[in-house]
Structure formats: C-alpha cells, structure tokens
C-alpha cells in the first residue's frame, strides 16, 4: 500500500486511486502469476509480461526507456 500511495502523492498515478483496492488486486495478480510459475515449474509466467501486468492493474502507462 505504502508503494501505491507514494505514487499518488507524486503524481504518478491518478489522486482517485483506491489505494487499498489496488493493494489488494496487485496482491492478487502477483500470486496468481507465483502460482502458475509454481505449478508450471518455469519461471516463463514471471518474464516480461510481468512489468505489463502489474502496470495494467495499476492502470499507470509504462514509463518509456530514456536514451543513455
């Protein structure tokens, strides 16, 4: 929650957030992927998709690479 509300306080997501709502979905999207790299023995479910994830619940865009 702490990670949620500190990007609410920076702007970075939407000051509407549910902060204990989002907690709690991020919480459940994370074990249900810890779950199936489990089961599937493979750590395939944890890739790249991941980020993609976890952002989608967020409902926040990706932040874009910055060019070094």
Known sequence: ENAI????????????????AKAR???TYLTGVMTTARIKNSLEP????????????????IPSKKAA
């Open 25 to 27: 979905e991020l919480d």
């Open 5 to 20: 509300r500190d990007a609410v306080a920076d702007g970075s997501l939407p000051k509407k957030t549910d902060v204990k």
């Open 46 to 61: 944890m890739g790249k998709d991941l980020v993609k994830g976890v952002f989608h619940c967020l409902e926040a865009a």
